[in-house]
């Protein structure tokens, strides 16, 4: 009975406080609600106040829809920004920001108001400049006629689309899904499925990570992952960058009109961001060109403005080796190449089982940006060998590299009884065909002829004529002596 009353005096207390406080929970509740439903209302209003009152974007902002909450967080579909000319910059389907709530309260906007920015599948262009400041490009080129035009203004300015002036920025970015085309100096490039996510401060430190799928433009290939980190407090803007691109199409980079074999690049690197400087590595499963297939090429490369610099590259080609260094110019696309190789296999380049022998060779590949310009051209040597049945002591001559094929010349092959000799020696789409041939003899330096093979059918004909005038050799051999 006791317990009972106890119980009864204690609901008699609270229960009229319970009461009240479940009261102002629903009131609160409520305000809440009527909050969130002013601020969507608002969230337009507000917008338009920050677009019509910014001059970083130069050019128009609309959206089609937007809503926001009380903590700053807005939402968006439909974003489009157009330059003063009414061309367009960049279209977000949709989109969220955060703002900081206490500026827009006091109506004191600036540029670290933005906190966040998030953009799905947008569409957009963006320039570097020689300083690799950023700015947003229209569509179009601006007229000639404007370019021609005094004024003091710098045509740079004219087309400038973000102007920061040295305001900071303090924000994170996310973009997902995008298509953006870049350019800097000489270099365009078009990208598709662009994930980026970056921690922006332009006063202090700055660290964007991006993905792309497919890119086209300057360079072709099937996707770069690049993360930067730049140091906005130092002179200069140091960085520390790790690049990768995979599925480089080596025509793209105008390394011959059609060679596609895929490689990948990566590289590390830092320095002013104007100016990095990065090592890393080429790697390529394969790499054919007109008579030599190049497998598990691998090998160093250093970047430095625009120059790149291969070392150390190494691939196994005909059973053999070769090793290989060179430079290349991004913005040029000049090349030289040099090339050192050991023991190749001639079976294969001839596609000839029985003509053997290893090959050495040392070459050059040089061309100024033009493949119309190209040089290949070099020295080899062989061990002995044998063709038919037929033995040598060696092989040496000169080559010139064209395209599908080939051709060696002076070509000489020294044999027990003579020293044979013919002005070319052609490797054409992989079948071997031969020039006039000579018989030298090495005693007294006479000389026979024994076949213009030009004259021949085919080159399958011409291995059998040099066949039988290689076994009618030995007998004519005697006479040529003194």
């Known amino acids: 009975m006791k317990e009972k009353l106890t119980r009864l005096r204690h609901e008699k207390r609270w229960g009229p406080y319970a009461l009240a406080i479940l009261g102002i929970l629903l009131v609160l509740f409520c305000l809440i609600l009527l909050l969130a439903k002013i601020a969507s209302f608002g969230a337009a209003r507000i917008f338009n106040y920050a677009v019509t009152r910014q001059d970083m974007l130069r050019g128009t902002i609309t959206v089609e829809s937007i809503t926001a909450n009380i903590h700053g967080g807005v939402t968006f579909e439909n974003l489009a920004w157009d330059d003063p000319d009414g061309n367009p910059i960049l279209r977000v389907p949709s989109g969220s920001f955060k703002v900081n709530p206490w500026d827009i309260i006091r109506e004191h906007l600036v540029s670290t108001t933005l906190e966040e920015i998030t953009l799905n599948n947008p569409t957009f262009a963006v320039r570097f400049d020689e300083n690799m400041k950023v700015d947003f ?29 040295g305001r900071p920025l303090k924000c994170r970015l996310t973009i997902r899904n995008a298509r953006m085309e870049a350019s800097c100096r000489e270099r365009h490039y078009i990208m598709k499925h662009v994930n980026m996510a970056g921690a922006i401060d332009t006063r202090g430190l700055t660290k964007i990570s991006l993905t792309t799928g497919s890119f086209g433009g300057t360079a072709v290939g099937d996707g770069v992952e690049l993360s930067c980190e730049t140091n906005f407090k130092e002179k200069g803007l140091p960085s520390i960058i790790s690049f990768t691109a995979r599925g480089v199409d080596p025509s793209s980079l105008g390394l011959g009109d059609d060679i596609h074999d895929k490689m990948t690049l990566t590289a590390k690197g830092n320095g002013p961001l104007a100016h990095l400087q990065a090592d890393g590595e080429v790697t390529m499963k394969e790499l054919h060109i007109p008579a030599l297939d ?39 696309r000049s090349y030289d190449i040099y090339l050192h190789g050991e023991d190749l296999d001639s079976r294969i380049p001839s596609n000839e089982p029985k003509f053997y022998c290893l090959v050495d060779l040392d070459g050059e590949i040089h061309c100024d940006g033009d493949q119309k310009h190209l040089a290949a051209f070099g020295r080899f040597s062989s061990t002995p060998g044998f063709y038919m049945l037929i ?65 021949q059918a085919g080159p399958m004909k011409t291995m059998k004529q040099i066949q039988s005038d290689m076994k009618s050799i030995r007998k004519q051999v005697e006479g040529l002596k003194p």
């Open 137 to 165: 490009v229209r569509q179009q080129q601006e007229p000639k006629e404007k370019k021609e035009t005094p004024s003091d203004e710098t045509l740079e300015d004219k087309v400038s689309n973000f102007n920061r002036k």
């Open 294 to 332: 190049f497998m598990n090429v691998k090998g160093n490369i250093h970047y430095d403005d625009g120059e790149m610099t291969f070392t150390g590259v190494n691939a196994r080609v005909y059973g053999g080796t070769v090793s290989a260094s060179g430079n290349y110019n991004i913005d040029s």
């Open 391 to 455: 033995p040598f002591n060696g092989i040496s001559g000169t080559f010139n590299n064209r395209w599908r094929a080939v051709d060696f010349y002076d070509v000489a092959i020294d044999t027990n009884f003579g020293i044979i000799r013919t002005d070319a020696f052609h490797i054409i789409n992989g079948r071997l065909h031969l020039g006039t041939i000579e018989l030298v003899d090495k005693e007294t330096g006479r000389t026979m002829s024994l076949r213009d093979a030009r004259d």
